[in-house]
Structure formats: structure tokens, C-alpha cells
């Protein structure tokens, strides 16, 4: 008999996850223009109305097919550039400049819209279920402090499954063979819908000499915070990084990366403005280190894990939460599971 592991990866059903997705800076959609979304195997349009309100439609007119994001915007609608039907917020159309009447069944999806943090969210449920209340996304207070800088994002297409980002939360080896990072803590923490990630050690990147240290939190299946600790320079820096995620289909996402970082007493507007985009860049950086494996590598269902790995499976059956009917959502998901991979205690 063969002790040969043989990597399993079946068939992904055709499926988007339950939950709030992050679209970027709220602010890129208050330009009064209509803006494609390639999202969740289908195309979307975001449009700001003159009410300054963001709404999320359909973005394909059923008359005959056109793409709204080509068209205009209209008051608190947008018109398709092909007949001049006018969609409305809520997905009625409500003006077809040829026609005596209007079909009764001319109504789109409008897909629940939150800002939050001076970000755009839109939610997917496959169910078709309104949001959740309890997984509202939180406020950070440091995006309405001056003495932090703004949101510095980034955006790119990533080739893959979404599914291969997120089991980043739970692989320890990997901040060493990849980032250069020496760890002497570890940890993870499973409860409801949030996932969270606590790790202590050193980065000659993104600390120095200094300890580094991070809490990063998914809040659902695709909105992830990390609240940072290190330094540059020999100055400790704090910062805040968002890494969300949209599928555009089972094949790859659209991954928008960002850090706020807090300005350093002392230093001028312009000199902290250069310190932030310098650590945002080396933050980056690291980050992106990730994506060059994830265009190369192949799904696992079963890894072979080995005792310094971290609860991959763990991590896995709590992701699977938002892959299932609401109803079918074991019970138990909502009880909080620890697990400490690594805790070198430090010597004075």
C-alpha cells in the first residue's frame, strides 16, 4: 500500500461568500460617473447620486443587454447608454424616453450598500438575505483622527481563488520563509464571524531592532484589520493595514491592500507624510511577496500538515460558514476556539 499523500482539490461550487465585501475608497465613487464592478461572477454598477448616497445595481440593462457602467449618471439614477432606460437606486426604471409604459417587471437587483471608515461595502448573500446586524463592519476611530494619515491603497487583479488568502490567517512557517519574520508568538482565535491572528516577533523591514507586533481580525469572510506595532528608523510606528478581498469568479479576485499609519510628534506634515508612504511601501512590499506564490501555486484540500503548523483545518471549517445557508450554520461556530502555535517567552 502506497504512503504516498496525494493532493486532493475537487470542484469549487460555483458560489460567493455571505457577507461584506470591500470595494476601496468610498470617496473614488463621488466622481458623478457610473463605475464598473467585476464582481461575484457577474457585472455591477456604483454610481453617487446628487443626495452624495453611493448605490450598487445590476450592471447589465435587461432590455437588451447593455453595460450601465458605460452610461450616465442621472439625478440619483443612472441611464443605459444604448436606449436611454433610467435605472433608479433602487432598481426601478422609472423613464423610457420612447415608450408609452413602462413593463411592470422592469426592476434590477440593488445590492445592500455601507460606508464605514471611509470605505464602500456592498454585501453578498447567495440566500438573498438582507445583512446581518451583528457583522456590521466597525468604525476605526483613527480614520477621523488628524493625527493619523489618510488610507493609502492599493489594487490588483490576483489569479486564483479567493480561498488561498485566507488561509494566511492560521500558516505560521510562512512569515519566516517568505517575509524574513522571526516569530516568539503565534496564535489564532476562532468566534462567530470573526477570525483573529495574534503574532509577536522581529522584522528588519517593518521593525528594525524593535518587536514587532500584530492583531489582525477578518471580520467576515472578506474585510480583514491588522493593528500594527514596529518601527523605521528607530522611530516606533503605528499602523493600521486593510487587506479585503471581492471574487470576480471561482478563478481569481480583486485584492485591495491599504495602510493608515500614525503621523510621529515632531516631524512636519511633509516629513511624516514621506515616513508613512515609505512604510506603506516596505508594508507593501511584504505583502506582495504572498501574491507572487498565490499566481504559482495549486489548492490543497487535504495539506499535509506537519507540528509546527498552524489550525489550517480549524481556520478552513470556519470559513465554510459563509459558504452555507444560513440555517445549516452549526451552532457551535459562534463558541471561541484558541490555539497557541508558538509562545517563546522573553528572558530578562
Known sequence: MSTLHRIEAKQLEPRFARGWHCLGLSSQYRDGKPHRLDAFGTRLVA????????RILDGYC????ADLSEGCVEGDAVRCP????RWR?????????????IPPRAKIKSWPVMEQNNLLFVWNDPEGNPPITEQAIP?????FNDEWAEWEVAELKI?????ELIDNVADMAHFDSVHGTELTHFSNQFEGHKAIQYM???????????QLTTVATYFGPAYQITEMTGAMDGVEIHSILLNCHVPIDLDSFTLRYGVLVKKVPGLTEEQNREMAKAYVKQAQD????????????????????????????????????FYTDIAEVPAGIAEPRHFVVLDIKETV
Not at 62 to 65: D, E, L, Q
Not at 139 to 143: E, P, Q, S, T
Not at 201 to 208: D, F, K, M, P, Q
Open 159 to 163: 489569479d486564483t481563488n479567493c480561498r
Open 62 to 65: 435587461p432590455h437588451m443587454g
Open 286 to 321: 511584504a505583502f506582495y511577496e504572498d501574491v507572487a506564490i498565490w499566481h504559482t501555486k495549486t489548492r490543497v484540500d487535504n495539506p499535509l500538515l506537519c507540528d509546527g503548523d498552524g489550525p489550517v483545518y480549524q481556520l478552513r471549517k470556519w470559513y465554510e460558514q
Open 89 to 101: 437606486g433602487d432598481g426601478v426604471c422609472d423613464d423610457i424616453p420612447y415608450a408609452k409604459r
Open 200 to 210: 509577536r516577533g522581529g522584522s528588519a523591514r517593518l521593525s528594525g531592532d524593535s
Open 139 to 143: 468604525r476605526i476611530d483613527a480614520c
Open 82 to 85: 444604448f436606449h436611454d432606460w
Open 47 to 54: 454610481f453617487a447620486g446628487e443626495d452624495g448616497q453611493i
